[in-house]
């Protein structure tokens, strides 16, 4: 049983300079979503996809920020320019996404520990 | 969103129950109670969920008060590996889960 995967697991970065973080759903699973954890913080909540389709996207995710999910099966997580108020764990899920579910559970990855220095 | 409140921790003995409250006053009709656990150093994990009736599954029971403004999550028998950040979230639909700080339990051997 393969769960959410993400990759790499820890990243340490300049300011100024881009990281890209990629995240694997559960095989079969239509949406996908990224949240960023801050130190003694809850996940919040960054955007989402169903299938290749980005639907939302939080006021926290800056110009900066860009996700892609081609094909609707992985997805990626980029930064530009980090600064280091980037510093968090970048979190993905997955879900189902079936309508016909009255709740969709969450399937959390490891996350993605990115440091900037 | 509609808001709830955990006390910021919580200890407990090893396999004794843990009942952790939470209050969500502002809770409206269509809003889902679920719960989900953070262990130290991995992602989240869903524990339970329900509308208004109580509810059980093999990691935890939910009670639910009967105006709904507050719920409990029960762990029956702690163990060490329940040591983690408890979080109470509200969604109406299902998708983008609005975390707080959540409960921190302490689990002493």
């Known amino acids: 049983d393969t769960g959410v995967s993400q990759d790499p697991r820890h990243k340490i970065t300049k300011r100024g300079q881009n990281v890209t973080f990629r995240c694997d759903p559960i095989?079969?699973?239509?949406?996908l979503y990224w949240y960023r954890q801050t130190l003694g913080q809850g996940p919040e909540f960054l955007t989402y996809f169903q299938n290749e389709a980005q639907l939302e996207k939080s006021r926290l995710l800056s110009d900066r920020f860009s996700a892609e999910r081609p094909k609707g099966s992985f997805s990626t997580l980029e930064i530009q320019r980090t600064e280091q108020g980037d510093s968090a764990m970048y979190l993905c899920a997955s879900s189902l996404g079936d309508s016909t579910l009255f709740y969709d559970t969450q399937y959390f990855g490891p996350g993605t520990r990115l440091t900037v220095l | 969103d509609a808001k709830t409140t955990q006390p910021n921790s919580m200890e407990s003995n090893e396999e004794e129950p843990v009942h952790l409250p939470c209050n969500h006053s502002?809770?409206?009709?269509?809003?889902?109670i679920h719960w989900y656990r953070q262990l130290p150093s991995q992602g989240p994990e869903y524990v339970i969920h329900?509308?208004?009736s109580n509810v059980n599954n093999r990691m935890a029971s939910l009670a639910i008060a009967e105006d709904r403004k507050s719920s409990t999550l029960i762990l029956h028998r702690a163990t060490l590996r329940d040591a983690a950040v408890y979080y109470c979230?509200?969604?109406?639909?299902?998708?983008?889960?609005?975390f707080g700080a959540g409960t921190t339990v302490t689990v002493r051997a």
């Open positions: 502002t809770i409206s009709g269509t809003d889902y």
């Open positions: 979230i509200l969604i109406p639909n299902d998708y983008k889960l609005s």
């Open positions: 095989s079969e699973h239509n949406r």
């Open positions: 329900g509308l208004t």
